[in-house]
């Protein structure tokens, strides 16, 4: 029987086929039921775009001290080294090392038994001068009665007159010698010439000391009032002299000064600064530095100064008058162009540059901008001319409730984008109108 064969392949194409079009099929009936891309969705709601949220800042007009700030160096307004003025050795130390002491408290004893002997021996050659001048004063008054009677010559008369005006020159002498040993016997005890502060006593009982050492028996610093020498540049002179009055004032210009260890404390408004008064002018200016010396003085009852501290000086000089205030963080930087971001009434965002004048603390004091308007401080980074915004108060990071929009963080990625501004916290006043911080111009 013959039997007939049919090809195998054809069968298993037919079906890869038929398999291959049911699977198109499914493919265009998928990307038919696929939703739309956003762009079209949002193109078919007409192109609004979401508000930006930011905090902004109103513009505020205030009276704005402008101060100029400088480092100084706590010096002592009298400083003394004392030394002995007789040679000797030390009886006895009465002052401890460090000791406050005040003026014309004794502080050491020198053994002045030879000075005591001198002052002794001076009395006694006084008491000689005046018994021969005593003699030599009737010898001349009888002379005086022979000349009368012609019983001597006129010179013998003229000799003892001279006698005489020369014994009253050798007890007048004696005189002086008497009160010089005095003197030198007074050196014996040595007092205080000041009231401060006893630095470290060198010597000690039975310590052979002479005038002319090289080291003092201890130094004393006078403490309250104390001072302070700092340099301000020499553009700022004529502000110095004009906030003291006039050149010719002796009082000086009023000086606030940051208490040693508190400083932060002290910008924060928990501690009051020290004040006290500019007391001298140098009358040169350092052609090496372009400066000029200043020193003032001011109390110190509390001992909060020591001689040789490092601090910080801050001295108004004048007031701008209804100065317009914003946040240096809402400044936009580019190059030497300074910009901020107004928000108009329809809530539109608008760049209007804006020129700075001086800094505030947080704030800066700017020209271009009228009082109660609003400028963005956090989120202009996502801010373009014209966008819409959603504003809320701005509020400094250090403020009570701590949900201020002025965070650090924030304020970095605004500067980031060409923002300028310190980090929050200096005492810079929010929108609720707290006092701003005074102006500052760094003296070099």
């Known amino acids: 029987m013959t039997t007939t064969s049919r090809p195998v392949g054809l069968p298993i194409a037919a079906a890869c086929f038929v398999g291959l079009a049911l699977l ?9 039921d696929a939703p739309k891309p956003a762009s079209a969705a949002a193109s078919g709601a007409g192109g609004a775009r979401p508000a930006v949220a930011v905090s902004v800042y109103t513009a505020q007009q205030r009276d704005v001290p402008v101060t100029v700030e400088a480092a100084g160096t706590v010096v002592a307004l009298d400083s003394v080294d004392v030394r002995p003025q007789l ?40 008491l000689r001068d005046q018994a021969s001048l005593a003699d030599l004063e009737r010898q001349w008054k009888r002379a005086q009665e022979l000349r009368e009677q012609n019983f001597i010559a006129q010179s013998a008369a003229d000799t003892a007159r001279a006698n005489y005006e020369s014994q009253k020159a ?31 006593v060198n010597v000690h009982r039975g310590t ?4 002319g050492g090289t080291t003092p028996l201890v130094n004393i610093n006078q ?12 553009a700022q002179l004529a502000a110095l002299l004009n906030a003291a009055g006039g050149p010719s004032r002796d009082d000086g210009a009023e000086v606030s000064v940051v208490v040693p260890g ?17 007391v001298f002018v140098d009358n040169a200016v350092d052609t090496t530095t372009g400066t ?15 001689p040789g501290q490092y601090v910080t000086v801050r001295m108004t000089t004048r007031t701008m008058p209804g100065a317009m205030v914003i946040p240096q963080a809402a400044l936009i930087i580019k190059g030497t162009e300074r910009s901020v971001y107004v928000v108009k009434p329809d809530d539109t965002a608008e760049l209007r540059p804006v020129r700075t004048t001086l800094p505030a ?11 109660g308007e609003k400028v963005i401080v956090d989120g202009k980074q996502n801010v373009k001319p014209g966008s819409k915004v959603r504003a809320t108060p701005y509020q400094p990071a250090g403020s009570d409730d701590g949900r201020g929009a002025g965070k650090p963080g924030r304020a970095a990625s605004g500067a980031g984008r060409g923002a300028s501004g310190p980090s929050a916290g200096n005492g810079a006043s929010g929108p609720a109108g707290a006092p701003v911080a005074a102006a500052t111009q760094a003296a070099s």
């Open 262 to 278: 508190s400083g932060e404390a002290a910008r924060a408004g928990v501690l009051p600064v020290q004040r006290g008064r500019v």
């Open 223 to 234: 403490i309250d009032p104390i001072g302070i020498n700092f340099n301000v540049p020499e």
């Open 24 to 32: 198109a099929a499914c493919n265009r009936q998928g990307s038919d």
């Open 87 to 126: 040679s000797g050795t030390i009886a006895e130390v009465l002052v401890r090392d460090g000791a406050f002491v005040k003026r014309g408290q004794p502080l050491f004893r020198i053994d002045d038994r030879a000075e005591r002997a001198n002052a002794d021996k001076a009395r006694a050659q006084l």
């Open 170 to 200: 050798a007890v007048a002498a004696s005189m002086a010698a008497v009160r010089s040993a005095d003197v030198s016997t007074g050196f014996g005890t040595i007092t205080s010439p000041l009231t401060g502060r006893a630095g470290a």
């Open 208 to 211: 052979l000391v002479q005038p």
């Open 292 to 306: 000029i010396r200043v020193k003032a003085a001011l109390p110190n009852a509390q001992q909060q100064f020591w």
């Open 361 to 371: 603390g947080e704030l800066v004091v700017v020209e271009g901008l009228k009082a």
